[in-house]
């Protein structure tokens, strides 16, 4: 099962980046590829008003982000239990040694467990707790920051991919410990079932033991998430940035070129944080899973189109368009 999910993710992303690549290749035989996936990935402003078939409201994105939250929580949920009672890299507290009873062999149980093994597990852990806060801030934003337009829409096969996304890219920072960590919840769930809820009662869970195994996780990992956040921050700003463009025209259609934070240096900063924000991913992963990669690699090359494409709109609709912005990547594109 691993290895079947394994390769059906890659297979899944390799799909996924092959036509954004060969449609951002600047030749004129390919034109026609590139406006098939350009009206496929249109959205919001860069849609006009006219093009209502096959189109959902952009407020939809919610829906991405009600899936990503309690999808990449299972996850979460389910590999952190799994890391903790099966390949904890702390030593269980003197008390908790003497009141243990099967917890206590299952740490001793773990010793045959290669260090590298229990490593990649926890990594996962904290792979997913960073996504879980990603999500669910998207998810605030979604409802309480950006005031979408009645008239904005999204073309269908963007709203499928956008929840493909966040299926695939949960499952993809966990998937090397998937039947692991499948096999240990269907046990959890017969043994609930078989010995009932008053003996599940008492399960031990020490939050410092958790916490502890997590803080012993190497300096890639934390330089990650520092990178990260530096990336999630800025992407907050960026979006209380457009959120209050829309605040400030009177919840009209009319737009304003944005200023402030990243705005300054490129059109879409908002997406530059995003590929940030997965940069970070990628390091505090060790950059060694080609999963993840592949999964990086979607999330430019999706994001390097989409900007190029809303930098081409700000150029045409203000004339007096910052002449130093470029579209995604500063000094560079």
């Known amino acids: 099962m691993e290895v079947g999910l394994v390769g ?40 006009k008003s006219s093009s209502q078939k096959f ?19 299972l996850l979460l949920v389910t590999t952190g239990m799994y890391a903790y009672k099966t390949v904890p890299l702390v030593y269980p507290t003197f008390p908790s040694q003497l009141t243990g009873g099967s917890h206590i062999f299952s740490w001793h149980k773990s010793h045959s467990i290669p260090i590298s093994y229990r490593y990649g597990v926890w990594r996962s852990v904290f792979l997913l707790l960073l ?14 920051v950006f005031n979408y337009s009645s008239s904005a829409r999204m073309h269908i096969f963007g709203y499928l991919t956008g929840l493909f996304f966040y ?23 017969a043994e609930f079932i078989v010995k009932g809820k008053t003996t599940m ?31 999630w921050i800025h992407q907050r700003n960026c979006h209380a940035i457009l959120g209050s ?16 934070d990243w705005f300054e240096v490129v059109s879409s900063p908002h997406y530059l ?11 505090a992963s060790g950059g060694t ?10 999330v430019v090359s999706n994001l390097v189109f989409a900007a190029a494409e809303t930098h081409r709109w700000y150029l045409k609709k203000f004339k007096n368009y910052p002449s130093n912005r470029l579209a995604i990547i500063p000094f560079v594109y």
């Open 8 to 47: 059906l993710l890659r297979t899944a992303w390799i799909a996924a980046i092959l036509p954004l690549l060969i449609a951002s290749v600047p030749s004129s035989r390919l034109s026609s590829f590139h406006g098939a996936v350009l009206e496929f990935a249109k959205r919001g402003k860069i849609m």
């Open 55 to 73: 189109t959902v409201p952009q407020k939809f994105f919610c829906h991405f982000y009600l899936v990503a939250v309690v999808w990449t929580a």
């Open 131 to 144: 996504m879980e806060v990603q999500v669910l801030r998207r998810l605030f934003e979604t409802i309480y």
């Open 167 to 189: 299926t695939a890219a949960p499952l993809s920072l966990c998937c090397n410990n998937a039947l692991e960590v499948y096999k240990f919840s269907l046990n959890a769930v």
């Open 201 to 231: 009662q008492h399960m031990e869970f020490d939050w410092l033991e958790f916490v502890s195994s997590l803080l012993r996780l190497r300096w890639l990992q934390w330089t990650g998430a520092v990178i990260f956040f530096w990336g």
């Open 245 to 260: 463009l829309r605040e400030h025209s009177g919840q009209n259609d009319e737009y304003v070129i944005p200023h402030g």
């Open 273 to 283: 944080a995003e590929i940030v924000i997965y940069t970070g991913l990628v390091v």
């Open 289 to 298: 899973d080609p999963t993840i990669w592949l999964l990086f690699g979607f």
